[in-house]
């Protein structure tokens, strides 16, 4: 929770330098207010440094997530002017730094403290969806064969570092708070992930339209725009799991085929 | 002042760290039935393991069939110059493969090779491919596949809580005191076995690949315990950081970008890797740059180039280049994979396929787009081979029913860690954590817990937040960071360290009055002042074992000692607290290894 690096008095080899303003939300789960913040900037820097200069120079309390700084862990999500973006892999020279740059914590999410927000509702969502299986090894030797063609797709999806922002600007969360019922986009991107894996025999489509109510999301691709990990949550991952959904449950040849089926899908795997 | 509060749990297995190791002891443990409980002090998936890049070594053969576990043994002591703890050694060699496996088990998805196996690539000081891996982020594949197959096994997790002491019952332990971050609220967890997984030191160096949560939790928990560490001169600089710009000095580079035939060139355009090969790795080195890059594309004939020599001596090299006036404008010297298209047509596809977050890495954070121009790299503290002495096979320190593996245990790595240790590091010793922990529990249940001294700890982590008008806890810590980094750090000599010494030793009067405003929910400054005393005690024992090791050897190396040095070919650096509450240093002769482990040294040369 420190400062590390880009301290302000080491002026040595920081390139060139100036004043800037980061109107920061501090509050914590009842109220809150931006305040204003002057640090000195220098060439490179991202949101996540100016963050720590803050503390260290002004405000040793001002709360904030961060582990790895560098776009792998997921853990310092915020609002930057507005706009849900890692902290740490915000550059300053994006932004117009003539004008305070805002931070604040993501909204869709119950506030802890300043920019730390509650996000255990998406582990326990995660818990309930059903997890990897595995069909029986391939090998003698208990291994499996799986073919490089075959696993990028899931490998995209693989790459999510949960860090929710996808979650924080789906509107079905944001606007109409449907989390009791919607699972949101990271979860669609981990249920896609592990139906289009080629080991995976679970049967999970019935809880993606059912307690995950894929059916909300109306593909406004807000999550895919924001994504650090340039996932296509939107093509990828949400609209083939609508496809899975329909030909499981909607679609008329299925439906009959259905009828003359004797046991249910996940047993006929096995 | 009142007593504070103490939420009480109980667990049989406390597990401290949700990494790698942690989680993989947690399952392990959750396996047998009895109950577990994981302190973190991040949200799960986000521990140190995430940042993983090049894979994880195991020698299942799958890209060179001459590869098996005795030639995966004879890598690691000669990577760790056979100081390592040749048990660990042994089972990690042993075991790794399997581990792997099960993590494909599990879900995990590796690349692969044509036929459809695990894919390996090559890495520095592993004679054939050996890591398995997924593009460049390997430890977010590994630890997400933990997480995710964890949660279902019936285990508690406590995110973002950090442990401030190990209770003990006599001579054994008896449970952790600890906070959790959001409300400041103190919790006792009872437990008759506790494992460490808690990783690394990185925090005590300004320039460092490692996130905040580094500050030797573990090793200063253990240490105040009553526990030995060991090796801890032994400290990992990693050849290649980020050094440009300035926000981003010290974040990891992966050795897979070599490891992909990525070459080190200095401010002159040439090769210097070629200039200074080691004795013990003449005959497994390439003699000129096409032998070399005929190695990264697989002719089993040819031998690697000498980027991929272990990491304690590329950094050094690096170091001498700048040095000597050689580096490139910011400090630092050029890693090149661009060049690799000369040698292929569709290279840029290629870098950006099977070094992805490397690409965007550079081109966001430092605007230079990898598949076109070289990087500027400079070496950053990334591993502690040191850590808590354990038993090589049961990972129980020299405390009763105390556990530690992963980084914050000690053995495996000798003096220097072999790329891709790690990983299966952190499942192999894991594994065997969980399974005797559980051992240990069954057998010694319901340890008595002394509440005067929960108490006392609780009382002494406020005391930060009671005072006022004392030091900046963050200032604190940027003293000891700039201090360790200039004096202990990757060219050391006699008089910096005892410098250091006094240095720390005055630092501990400064954190002991450290004192910081706000409240005890959420505040990052409170933190920063409990933390420091762990990293006050881990940067005494890099000092302290450091100025004992006269000699240069493996990741530790002395200007005023530059010559390895047979006095101290066979002992282990150890440091426990003495009696006075000193720290007490003590060599200690490493046991011969049984000859079946010794013919394969042999028979490898």
Same mark, same amino acid.
């Given at each position: 929770m420190s400062p590390q690096?880009?301290?302000?008095?080491?002026?040595?080899?920081?390139?060139e330098q100036r004043q800037a303003t980061f109107s920061v939300w501090r509050g914590d789960h009842q109220t809150g207010k931006f305040v204003d913040y002057k640090t000195t900037v220098s060439e490179g820097m991202v949101v996540l440094d100016a963050i720590h200069q803050i503390q260290a120079e002004s405000? !040793?309390?001002l709360a904030c997530r961060w582990n790895?700084?560098?776009?792998?862990?997921? !853990? +310092? !999500?915020a609002e930057i002017n507005g706009k849900p973006r890692l902290m740490c892999m915000t550059?300053?020279?994006?932004?117009?730094?003539t004008q305070p740059v805002t931070v604040e914590p993501m909204r869709s999410f119950p506030s802890i403290r300043d920019l730390v927000t509650d996000v255990s509702w998406n582990f326990k969502v995660k818990k309930r969806i059903k997890p990897f299986k595995p069909r029986k090894?391939?090998?003698?030797?208990g291994t499996w064969r799986m073919y490089q063609a075959d696993v990028e797709r899931v490998q995209e999806f693989r790459k +999510?570092?949960? +860090?929710?922002l996808c979650q924080d600007v789906c509107h079905v969360l944001r606007? $109409? $708070?449907k989390h009791d019922e919607f699972a949101g986009p990271r979860h669609f991107v981990y249920q896609a992930a592990l139906e289009m894996h080629p080991l995976d025999v679970e049967e999970r489509l019935g809880q993606v339209k059912g307690?995950?109510?894929?059916?909300? +999301?109306?593909?406004?691709?807000c999550c895919t725009k924001v994504c650090p990990e340039h996932i296509a949550i939107t093509d990828n991952a949400i609209i083939p799991l609508k496809e899975r959904v329909n030909d499981e449950f909607y679609d008329p040849i299925t439906k009959l085929f259905r009828m003359f089926r004797a046991r249910p899908k996940a047993d006929r795997k096995d | 002042m009142g007593t504070p509060q103490c939420i009480t749990h109980e667990h049989q297995v406390l597990i401290i760290g949700a990494g790698g190791a942690g989680l993989r002891a947690a399952i392990e443990a959750a396996s047998t039935g009895v109950n577990v409980g994981v302190v973190c002090?991040?949200?799960?998936? /986000?521990?140190?393991?995430?940042?993983?890049?090049?894979g994880m070594a195991a020698?299942?053969?799958?890209?060179?069939?001459?590869?098996?576990w005795r030639v995966h043994f004879a890598d690691t002591m000669r990577g760790g110059q056979y100081l390592n703890n040749w048990r660990m050694a042994e089972i990690h060699a042993r075991q790794a493969g399997d581990r792997v496996r099960e993590l494909e088990a599990w879900g995990a998805i590796f690349d692969r090779t044509r036929d459809g196996k695990i894919l390996q690539r090559n890495f520095g000081g592993?004679?054939?491919?050996?890591l398995a891996h997924v593009g460049d982020r390997t430890g977010l594949e590994m630890i997400r596949t933990l997480q995710d197959h964890g949660i279902h096994q019936g285990i508690e997790f406590y995110m973002e809580f950090t442990v401030l002491e190990i209770l003990m019952d006599g001579d054994r332990v008896a449970g952790a005191v600890g906070y959790d971050r959001e409300k400041g609220r103190f919790h006792l967890w009872k437990a008759p076995a506790i494992v460490l997984a808690?990783?690394?030191?990185?925090?005590?160096? /300004?320039?460092?690949?490692?996130?905040?949560?580094?500050?030797g939790d573990g090793h200063a928990l253990a240490y105040r315990a009553g526990a030995e560490l060991k090796d801890m001169e032994f400290v990992q600089f990693?050849?290649?950081?980020?050094?440009?710009?300035p926000s981003v000095r010290g974040i990891l580079v992966t050795e897979g970008v070599r490891g992909e035939g990525g070459v080190l060139r200095n401010s002159q355009g040439r090769?210097?890797?070629?200039?200074d090969i080691p004795d013990l790795y003449k005959n497994q080195t390439a003699s000129d740059p096409e032998e070399g890059w005929r190695y990264v594309i697989g002719d089993k004939d040819a031998q690697r180039p000498?980027?991929?020599?272990t990491r304690d001596h590329v950094a050094r090299c690096i170091v001498r280049e700048i040095r000597e006036g050689?580096?490139?404008?910011?400090?630092g010297v050029y890693l090149d994979i661009a060049w690799i298209k000369e040698k292929m047509r569709n290279s840029e596809a290629h870098i950006r396929k099977k070094l992805p977050s490397m690409y965007h890495q550079f081109k966001q954070l430092?605007?230079?787009d990898i598949t076109k121009d070289a990087m500027e790299v400079g070496p950053t503290t990334h591993y502690?081979?040191?850590g808590v002495n354990v038993?090589?096979?049961?990972?129980?320190?020299?405390? /009763?029913g105390l556990f530690a593996c992963g980084e914050?245990?000690?053995?495996?790595?000798?003096a220097n860690r072999l790329g891709g240790n790690s990983l299966s590091d952190l499942v192999v010793f894991g594994k065997l954590a969980g399974e005797h922990a559980v051992e240990w529990a069954r057998a010694h249940p319901n340890p008595t817990i002394d509440n005067s001294q929960v108490q006392s700890i609780c009382r002494a982590a406020l005391e930060p937040l009671e005072r006022?008008?004392?030091?900046?806890p963050y200032e604190v810590q940027a003293t000891l960071q700039d201090m360790m980094q200039d004096k202990v750090g990757i060219v050391r000599k006699e008089s910096e360290m005892a410098e250091a010494i006094d240095g720390i030793a005055s630092l501990r009067k400064k954190a002991a009055c450290a004192s910081v405003p706000?409240?005890?929910?959420?505040?990052p400054g409170w933190h920063t002042a409990v933390d420091l005393h762990n990293l006050l005690v881990v940067s005494e024992a890099v000092a302290r074992c450091a100025l004992d090791r006269k000699e240069s050897r493996g990741a530790h190396f002395r200007d005023d000692y530059p010559a390895k040095d047979e006095a101290h070919a066979s002992h282990n650096t150890i440091v426990y607290r003495g009696a006075d509450g000193a720290m007490v240093v003590e060599r200690r002769e490493i046991t011969a290894m049984p000859t079946e482990l010794s013919d394969i040294i042999k028979e490898m040369g």
């Open positions: 690096r880009g301290r302000a008095e080491r002026t040595q080899d920081m390139g405000a !040793s309390d790895c700084k560098a776009g792998k862990c997921g !853990s +310092c !999500s550059r300053l020279d994006v932004l117009d730094m090894p391939d090998a003698e030797d +999510c570092i949960e +860090c929710f606007e $109409h $708070h307690e995950n109510a894929i059916g909300y +999301c109306n593909i406004t691709k | 002090k991040s949200l799960l998936g /986000k521990a140190h393991t995430v940042m993983a890049e090049g020698s299942m053969g799958n890209v060179d069939d001459r590869d098996n592993h004679k054939y491919p050996r808690t990783g690394g030191i990185g925090r005590a160096f /300004k320039i460092t690949s490692n996130s905040w949560e580094y500050t990693h050849p290649t950081g980020m050094v440009w710009p090769r210097f890797m070629f200039d000498p980027e991929l020599l050689r580096g490139s404008p910011h400090g430092a605007g230079v502690a081979m040191g038993d090589g096979q049961t990972q129980m320190s020299t405390v /009763k914050v245990a000690a053995g495996l790595h000798g006022s008008g004392g030091e900046s706000g409240n005890i929910e959420y505040n």
